[in-house]
C-alpha cells in the first residue's frame, strides 16, 4: 500500500513524506495488532467464567457476533496504544531518523506485501459482514450496521495477515526444506 502511494528514493536521508509513512504504518500494525488480541478475548471471557463457575455476561450472544464485535474495539484499542507509543518513541527524534524508518518500511517487500494482503481483507470484511448486517442476516439481530462493517474490517484485516503468512514463497519454500530434510511438522520420521 505504502510504497504504491508514496516515492521510495535511493538513499533514506531522501525520504520525503517520512511522518506520514511511518504514521500511516503504525496505526495500520496497531489495528491488525488490536483486532488480533480482540479475537481472544471471547475466549478469555468464557475461560474465566468457566473458572469461577459463573456464565459470562455475554452468554446469550453467540459467538460469531462476540467475535466479530470484540475484534472491532480490539482494532480500535490497538490502533490508539500504537498511535500512542509512536508518539512516545518518536517525540524529539531527528528527521533522518524518521526518513530512515520510513525508508526501510518502504524497502521491504515483505511488509508492501502484509500491507496488500491486510488492506484487501479490511475491504473484503467490511463490504461483506456490512451487507450482511444492512440486509438482516447473520449479525443484524445482535449488532449494530457499524459495529458489523467495523468487525468485519478487523476480521478481514486477520484473515489477511494469515494469509499473507500461508502464502508467502519463503514461509512455504522453508516448510518444504524441514519436509524434506525429515525435520516438520508433516516428515514421515516424525514421531507422534
Not at 69 to 79: K, N, P
Not at 88 to 104: A, C, F, L
Request: overall charge positive.
Amino acid at each position: 500500500m505504502l510504497a504504491q502511494l508514496f516515492p521510495h528514493p535511493v538513499y533514506a536521508e531522501d525520504q520525503p513524506s517520512s511522518h506520514k509513512i511511518l504514521t500511516i504504518h503504525c496505526l495500520h500494525r496497531g489495528y491488525t495488532v488490536g483486532a488480533i488480541v480482540g479475537l481472544f478475548v471471547p475466549f478469555a471471557r468464557a475461560a474465566l467464567g468457566t473458572i469461577l463457575r459463573r456464565p459470562t455476561l455475554l452468554s446469550s450472544v453467540p459467538w460469531t457476533a462476540r467475535l466479530v464485535s470484540s475484534a472491532a474495539i480490539g482494532s480500535l484499542v490497538g490502533t490508539s496504544f500504537l498511535a500512542f507509543g509512536m508518539t512516545m518513541k518518536m517525540w524529539g527524534r531527528e528527521e533522518i531518523e524518521w526518513q530512515d524508518r520510513s525508508w526501510r518500511i518502504l524497502a521491504n517487500k515483505g511488509q508492501n506485501r502484509e500491507d496488500d494482503w491486510s488492506l484487501g481483507g479490511i475491504a473484503l470484511g467490511a463490504v461483506g459482514l456490512g451487507i450482511t448486517a444492512r440486509r438482516g442476516g447473520g449479525l443484524a439481530k445482535w449488532q449494530s450496521l457499524w459495529r458489523a462493517t467495523a468487525g468485519g474490517a478487523a476480521v478481514g484485516s486477520v484473515m489477511g495477515t494469515v494469509g499473507h503468512v500461508l502464502t508467502s514463497s519463503k514461509s512455504v519454500e522453508e516448510m518444504e526444506r524441514k519436509v524434506v530434510a525429515g525435520e516438520g511438522p508433516l516428515a514421515p520420521n516424525q514421531k507422534r
